[in-house]
């Protein structure tokens, strides 16, 4: 397997040379031409991706995994520029931009990530909801992009270290929610997005996606019985479009609603085996492993739980994190690569998945916001975004004593973290406070945490992770069907429960969202305490600077007010360390 990486600009030949030869690889047909642009793959980074790729006189590399190729096909035919009909996806896609422009790429569904060379330019083109991810540097005037940010990392034309703000910014999240990287200088492209990067060193970007409200009479005549029927259609083409052809597919089953209906389709269109995976942290933790058994016994799959033990969490979560672009605060990480190690030892190249349920169709993370809106004094709409960050309860209000005064005097001139859900919670695109935090949630969590850390720890093991309700066409309906729809009265996804309910077992459909409870405090007083310790209370962490360490210490003895939820901030800070010493920081 393999990453993507590609440079220009007036330097680009030895900017280029110093990459490709950091990643062991070897550039394109255009080598010969040292002061040219250039394409080239890296080895030895997880991924999937291919190239270079030629058409009309550009290059590129990328990461592309297309799941409507006949749709498209059609289309470029009917545009009077047909493809060759085995052209590999990439091909296919750099077609569409040079035939179709951004409107070729809106047709695309699937997984994809494409860096062009044009001319001294480089253009990335992400997907629409972020299923794959591109980052970008400039250095010695020269543009350098990369699905890996570790090859950026050690470009040496770039000099670069930690990014603050987006330490603050990953401390008040749980993950990094817009372009910021914890590496200064190095930027991710946004989904949706076609990002032109100049040889001039401007850069011009064009959306190309995004989801469109739908509120008016008309709308609200629509029977809600037709937005579920609508809905299930869709569902069920998603999930076939995601399909392997020939082979034996698998579900990740928690045994909530959103993974239940993902497996209940895939038995009910798939031709071969499907397979289902559940996680158990041991006897007498509380787990879901009643829902998930029901739902395989009811959908007939092959099922097998795997247990994680906090030893094995302890083990493992350094390369863990060390796989990971950016750091993710969520504590399954570690259980969703080994969940990607058994698909993969099951000999299975495609994993399903139910991500995608709460940000697109109104899940209980929206209702503290709901509930502060009904009570709010101040009408100004920092206000509002102040809350947004409150609501995620992390360490955004303890950054005043977790970070030292050094750190917290250079962030003084920094650009607040609000920055990135500000612009969602206004009137706008979306006039539905709901649809304006599901909005908020899609391009935030759903592209920087969600769909991120499915991506990374699948491919790590040479398995694609596909996820049919951030399928586009799922999500243009979710946001034209009416907000009572999504929450209705107290039932939250309303209509995606009605558009399955024949599926699946009642019980499943009408239960409690619980999420999947991870024993964080029974790790971290356990098999993760020493690691905690040395690693946060030690030499490298106290010079590099960043937090306190009597604050730590303080939430590692489990004193002062922070209690319950210590456990989970101490795991923030964790990974954080984890991921900086990966990267050399």
Wanted: contains cysteine; proline residues 7%; aromatic residues 6%.
């Amino acid at each position: 397997m393999a990453r993507c990486c590609a440079c220009a600009g007036p330097d680009a030949g030895r900017a280029r040379t110093h990459l490709a030869a950091l990643a062991g690889t070897t550039a394109g047909p255009a080598a010969r031409a040292p002061e040219a642009a250039q394409a080239a793959l890296i080895t030895g980074e997880p991924g999937f991706a291919a190239g270079p790729f030629t058409a009309d006189g550009v290059t590129a590399v990328g990461e592309v995994t297309l799941h409507n190729r006949a749709a498209l096909h059609a289309a470029l035919a009917a545009a009077g520029r047909p493809a060759p009909d085995r052209c590999p996806d990439g091909e296919l896609l750099l077609r569409l931009w040079r035939g179709l422009g951004a409107d070729g790429v809106r047709l695309a569904d699937g997984l994809f990530v494409l860096v062009v060379v044009d001319g001294a330019d480089l253009v990335l083109i992400r997907d629409h909801a972020g299923a794959r991810t591109v980052f970008y540097a400039r250095a010695d005037g020269c543009w350098a992009a990369s699905t890996s940010l570790r090859a950026l990392r050690h470009w040496p034309a770039l000099g670069t270290g930690v990014n603050l703000a987006a330490v603050r910014s990953f401390l008040t999240f749980a993950y990094l929610p817009g372009e910021e990287t914890l590496l200064r200088g190095v930027h991710e492209a946004l989904p949706g997005r076609v990002l032109r990067l100049r040889a001039d060193g401007t850069v011009h970007q064009e959306s190309y996606w995004e989801p469109a409200e739908l509120l008016s009479a008309e709308a609200d005549s629509v029977p809600p019985d037709e937005y579920a029927r609508q809905l299930r259609l869709l569902l069920e083409q998603a999930t076939a479009r995601r399909l392997p052809e020939g082979e034996d597919v698998a579900v990740l089953l928690s045994g909530g609603v959103d993974s239940s209906l993902v497996t209940a389709l895939a038995a009910r269109l798939h031709d071969r085996p499907v397979r289902t995976y559940s996680i158990s942290f041991g006897d007498g933790l509380p787990n879901e492993l009643g829902y998930s058994g029901l739902v395989a016994d009811h959908c007939r799959t092959d099922h097998r739980v795997l247990t994680v033990s906090g030893a094995e969490v302890a083990a493992r979560l350094a390369d863990t994190v060390a796989l990971l672009d950016s750091p993710v605060g969520d504590p399954l990480t570690v259980p969703n690569l080994m969940l990607a190690e058994a698909v993969a030892g099951d000999g299975l190249t495609v994993s399903l998945n139910g991500e995608g349920g709460d940000p697109v169709f109104g899940g209980p993370k929206n209702l503290p916001m709901l509930v502060h809106e009904m009570h709010r004094d101040d009408p100004a709409p920092e206000v509002r975004a102040e809350a947004y960050l409150r609501s995620y309860r992390k360490c955004y209000e303890d950054l005043p004593r977790l970070l030292t005064p050094a750190a917290l005097r250079a962030l003084e001139s920094a650009p607040e973290p609000r920055r990135f859900v500000a612009p969602y919670l206004r009137p706008g695109p979306m006039r539905s406070l709901l649809n304006q935090l599901l909005h908020c949630n899609l391009r935030t969590k759903g592209a920087h945490h969600i769909l991120t850390k499915v991506e990374r720890l699948t491919a790590s093991q040479g398995v694609q992770g596909r996820s049919p309700l951030f399928d586009r066409h799922v999500v243009d309906h979710a946001f034209a069907t009416p907000p009572r729809l999504k929450l209705h009265g107290t039932v939250e996804k309303w209509v995606l429960k009605e558009a399955v309910r024949d599926l699946l077992p009642a019980a499943v459909v009408d239960r409690p969202k619980s999420g999947m409870r991870v024993p964080v405090q029974q790790w971290l007083r356990g098999p993760l305490r020493d690691l905690s310790g040395d690693l946060l209370l030690g030499r490298t962490a106290r010079e590099r600077g960043l937090v306190r360490p009597d604050t730590v210490r303080t939430w590692m003895r489990r004193e002062g007010t922070l209690l319950p939820r210590q456990g989970g901030k101490l795991w923030l800070v964790l990974t954080l360390e984890l991921w900086l010493r990966a990267y050399d920081l």
